[in-house]
């Protein structure tokens, strides 16, 4: 399996994110949006959603903090070590913002998804 760590265009914000060093980054340091790229493992590159991914929650364990980040097209949930030039003095507020467009984003997809076949499965965002 090919693993790859490569700069990209951020899907939200158009900043070009360069690569990190010893890790796949995945998520803008700018603006936190990932894109849904990924299976299972990090940098496996297996996914053809491609949706955009908000950051929804964090936890600090081992010294190391934890991003959990939500797919907005599919509701995927992806955990990911934050980076050294990640600013997380602002996580939290932009955690809240992100809330809030994935809630409204859920309940658009909900109300045309009314009808028919269910797309998300099951899964709510965690308050
Ligand atoms: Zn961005
Ligand atoms: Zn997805």
Not at 84 to 104: S, T
């Amino acid at each position: 399996m090919k693993i790859i760590n490569e700069s990209f265009v951020c899907l939200n914000c158009t900043q070009i994110v360069p690569t990190a060093q010893g890790t796949c980054r995945n998520h803008c340091p700018y603006c936190r949006v990932s894109q849904h790229v990924d299976g299972d493992l990090p940098g496996d590159r297996s996914t053809s959603c491609h949706g955009a991914m908000y950051p929804t929650m964090y936890e600090i364990a081992n010294g190391m903090t934890k991003v959990s980040f939500q797919c907005i097209t599919c509701g995927k949930i992806h955990r990911n070590k934050t980076l050294p030039d990640d600013d997380m003095f602002v996580i939290d507020e932009k955690i809240q913002h992100y809330k809030i467009l994935l809630e409204q984003k859920m309940l658009q997809a909900q109300m045309e998804d009314a009808g028919k076949p269910k797309k998300w499965k099951g899964r709510t965002i965690r308050r």
